[in-house]
């Protein structure tokens, strides 16, 4: 069993940066391949991106290439987005996502989920 636990979101403008944290309740979690999913009110969720176990491949969704970045710290069972140049189509709520092989990105198939945190975008 893998407990993650999101923090860092909020209400910002336009613009700003925010940086989401997710803390993983696992001593391999080296082994988990990390994703970031959001979902908006009335909207299917999206993938955002994902890291591989050992952080040395990223995928990220096409609406935030370029403005989002996804890394890791393993020591600190820890992923981490952050998130620059927020627009307010980056409203969601944000989950972070373990799944337990080294590499893998997608909006689905994870085995383990946050509970979510809101990020809010003001224009």
């Known amino acids: 069993q893998v407990q993650l636990v999101e923090s860092g979101g909020g209400l910002v403008q336009a613009g700003d940066s925010l940086r989401l944290a997710c803390a993983a309740s696992r001593r391999s979690f080296s082994t988990y391949a990390m994703g970031w999913v959001r979902q908006a009110p009335g909207k299917e969720r999206e993938f955002v991106g994902s890291?591989?176990?050992?952080?040395?491949?990223?995928y990220y969704g096409d609406s935030v290439k370029g403005r989002f970045t996804i890394s890791r710290d393993n020591a600190k069972n820890a992923v981490y987005l952050q998130m620059d140049s927020l627009k307010p189509e980056d409203t969601a709520v944000y989950y972070c996502?373990?799944?337990?092989?080294?590499?893998?990105?997608?909006?689905?198939?994870?085995?383990?989920w946050g509970q979510g945190t809101q990020v809010t975008v003001s224009s």
């Open positions: 890291i591989s176990g050992t952080g040395r491949s990223t």
């Open positions: 996502a373990a799944k337990a092989r080294g590499d893998y990105y997608g909006v689905d198939g994870y085995d383990y």
